[in-house]
């Protein structure tokens, strides 16, 4: 089962992500952390979201590359945090694994070895001149894995002012 968080920055998506994870599952929490800090904004925002999600249970892996070689078992629930610094790291990673799946297919292996997965992301972004070649060619990029994911996710949850509005699926409890 996959369950798509999207929103824009600050819009309480990865908190309501954790909330409904750690509501629903019934087995380990594992949350796979895709973000590599380059500077303090990066670092506190890494040390926000520990902080958020302490005492919730998560065991926490780093794999700012290829979800696919996280350690899961078939009764786990999977907190993806998030897709868009997944895509990033592998647009403009200098050095980079050979052979990375793209990032739809690594949510896929996630699905078909855990129980449930629930992946952040950022959506709303648009290209526009305001962006050099590289960005629009990420928030395009983007665009089209939201898209695709949402395609394939049971249920998809947009978060606005903090409040998570259903866009498919129904939210089947209250975190």
């Not at 952390?33 to 500077?39: E, K, V």
């Not at 890494?46 to 009764?75: D, K, M, S, Y």
């Not at 997944?86 to 793209?102: C, H, K, M, S, V």
């Not at 590289?134 to 994911?149: G, K, M, R, W």
Request: charged share 20%; net charge positive; with cysteine.
């Amino acid at each position: 089962m996959l369950i798509l968080v999207i929103g824009k920055n600050n819009s309480g998506k990865s908190r309501w992500a954790e909330q409904y994870a750690a509501a629903v599952s019934r087995g380990r929490l594992v949350y796979l952390a895709t973000m590599t800090a380059t500077d303090e904004q990066g670092l506190e925002r890494i040390a926000r979201h520990r902080r958020q999600r302490r005492g919730l249970g998560f065991v926490t892996q780093e794999l700012p590359l290829n979800l696919c070689r996280a350690n899961i078992r078939a009764t786990d629930t999977v907190l993806v945090e998030d897709i868009s610094n997944l895509l990033a790291n592998q647009l403009f990673a200098r050095q980079t694994e050979a052979d990375i799946p793209a990032v739809p297919a690594q949510l896929q292996n996630l699905c078909s070895r855990c129980g449930r997965v629930v992946a952040v992301t950022i959506g709303g972004l648009q290209p526009g001149p305001q962006y050099d070649a590289a960005t629009n060619a990420y928030i395009a990029a983007l665009n089209q894995v939201n898209a695709e994911l949402a395609d394939c996710a049971d249920l998809v949850v947009e978060m606005a002012a903090g409040q998570p509005l259903a866009r498919k699926g129904a939210i089947p409890c209250r975190c």
